[in-house]
């Protein structure tokens, strides 16, 4: 009955911004840590950014400076604001929560970096 569901994926060119939305239901979101990970194809999924109820926040080296993860708990909503886009950064996006020792995702939403 936990449901995360992603959007806000698309086509942008290279240096261009987007903003990824994670509204979750089911479950008290404001205890949870949240995260973001991308799967690129034949690729392994890798963790992109994280962050805890209080707000503490950790990135992967290669988005750090480009991309802000941030969540509003009223909303129960976990966001990524990407911006200075790459190619490289083109993936599917999850979505994830921690909660007792499981991990819940969402189906992903496609970003893809092209000119």
């Known amino acids: 009955q936990v449901q995360l569901v992603e959007s806000g994926g698309g086509l942008v060119q290279p240096g261009g911004s987007l903003r990824l939305s994670c509204a979750a239901s089911?479950?008290?979101?404001?205890?949870?840590?949240m995260g973001w990970y991308r799967q690129a194809p034949g690729k392994q999924r890798e963790l992109v950014a994280t962050?805890?109820?209080?707000?503490?926040?950790t990135y992967q080296d290669s988005v750090k400076g480009r991309f802000t993860i941030s969540r509003d708990n009223a909303k129960n909503t976990v966001y990524l604001q990407m911006n200075s886009l790459k190619p490289e950064d083109t993936a599917v996006y999850y979505c994830?929560?921690?909660?007792?020792?499981?991990?819940?995702w969402g189906n992903g939403t496609l970003v893809t970096v092209s000119s």
């Open positions: 962050i805890t109820p209080s707000g503490t926040k």
């Open positions: 994830n929560l921690q909660h007792s020792g499981r991990n819940y």
């Open positions: 089911g479950i008290i979101f404001w205890i949870n840590d």
